[in-house]
């Protein structure tokens, strides 16, 4: 009966192995002389283009029949026009691949779902390049010294736009906790923000990330420039929680502010989001995904992401898509109130 058994397994296992190889084999007909374009859905230069242009230099060698990779920039709506161009008018093949905000897979909550032209849940995530973490920081000029400041005394700072998460993040805290921030919109990214807090234009941002502040902003931070205020998470960083920086999380007063900030913070888990559209060919998207991971592990990307100054914990797509599915299977009237939570009062 052993004998059997074992005969049988080897049956399995050389059949698995024959189709895992069959599957290797179309995979690598149908990319081997195509281009794969990434299209990132902010401006050129800022972090989330950095992260694409970087990952499209190693992608290549880990997805089999070697594409060249190839990055576009597409900003405009918090990363919306770019999500609905790859879900909707985009080549559906495995060919275009989505670089968005970390705030577009919360798109469905965080805007009018019916405005959007598309599902972020049904979309194939492929994994998020890092987790990273939302921060406010203000100039030294700015009236409020300290994020306790925050709530007695109105400080300007600067937005891209109120979907966009320089925009809705410090409305939620005036909304949600009672800060006094004066939202100011319009910026076409972190950059111009930034420009303008140095020139004394704006007092600060809120939803900057460490990693930007860590790869391009470092120098402000070590002239004093700026300051880190508040750190927008529930556990916060190591690093900035050893230094006294506090965390908006220990503001909260009760389970339904805990519950709005649990779901806008989750992106933060999400923090650099890549995806390709719902048609997709389920063995396109198992390979891309397999990639993704791959490419983000490489130890010469690696490599040149120390020398930015840049992070690489990648997520998985699977894990990334089950952290949705539980998020948008929030109660339906704490969804509600987190739509309200990010709208500015007029």
């Known amino acids: ?58 992608m290549g060698r880990h997805l089999a029949g070697a594409p060249t990779i190839v990055v576009a920039n597409m900003p405009g709506a918090g990363s919306n026009i770019m999500a609905a161009n790859v879900a909707v008018t985009a080549p559906k093949d495995g060919s275009v691949i989505g670089a968005p905000f970390s705030t577009q897979p919360l798109s469905g909550i965080l805007e009018d779902a019916a405005r959007l032209r598309y599902d972020p849940v049904k979309l194939n995530y492929l994994g998020s390049a890092t987790t990273d973490y ?47 921030f004066k939202p100011v919109f319009g910026y076409p990214g972190s ?11 704006l007092h600060g941002m809120c939803g900057i990330n460490l990693a930007s502040i860590k790869s391009q902003y470092a120098n402000l931070m070590s002239e004093n420039k700026i300051h880190i205020i508040v750190q927008e998470s529930a556990n916060g960083v190591e690093e900035l929680n050893k230094l006294g ?58 490599v040149e992401m120390k020398r930015m100054s840049l992070d690489a914990d990648p997520t998985s797509g699977e894990d990334l898509q089950k952290l949705l599915a539980k998020v948008y299977a929030s109660p339906p009237d704490i969804i509600a109130k987190t739509k309200e939570a990010i709208k500015v009062k007029r």
């Open 1 to 58: 009966m052993g004998k059997i058994i074992a005969a049988a397994l080897l049956v399995l296992f050389v059949a698995g192995a024959q189709h895992g190889a069959q599957a290797q084999e179309a995979i690598a007909q149908f990319y081997k002389g195509k281009t794969i374009t990434v299209i990132v859905g902010t401006s050129a230069g800022g972090g989330y283009d950095t992260y694409a242009r970087t990952f499209a230099r190693f």
């Open 245 to 302: 920086i506090p965390r908006t999380m220990d503001f909260a007063k009760t389970d339904e502010q805990r519950a709005i900030m649990d779901i806008i913070y989750s992106q933060e888990i999400y923090a650099r989001p890549y995806f390709v559209a719902p048609e997709t060919p389920k063995d396109r998207v198992e390979a891309l995904r397999k990639a993704f991971m791959d490419t983000w592990k490489d130890p010469d990307l690696l």
């Open 134 to 180: 939302f921060l406010c920081v203000a100039n030294p000029s700015a009236p409020a010294k300290t994020f306790p400041d925050t709530f007695k005394t109105e400080i300007v700072m600067g937005g891209t736009a109120e979907t966009g998460s320089t925009g809705y993040l410090p409305v939620m805290l005036n909304n949600v906790l009672g800060t006094k």
């Open 191 to 201: 950059r111009e923000i930034m420009a303008a807090i140095e020139k004394g234009e």
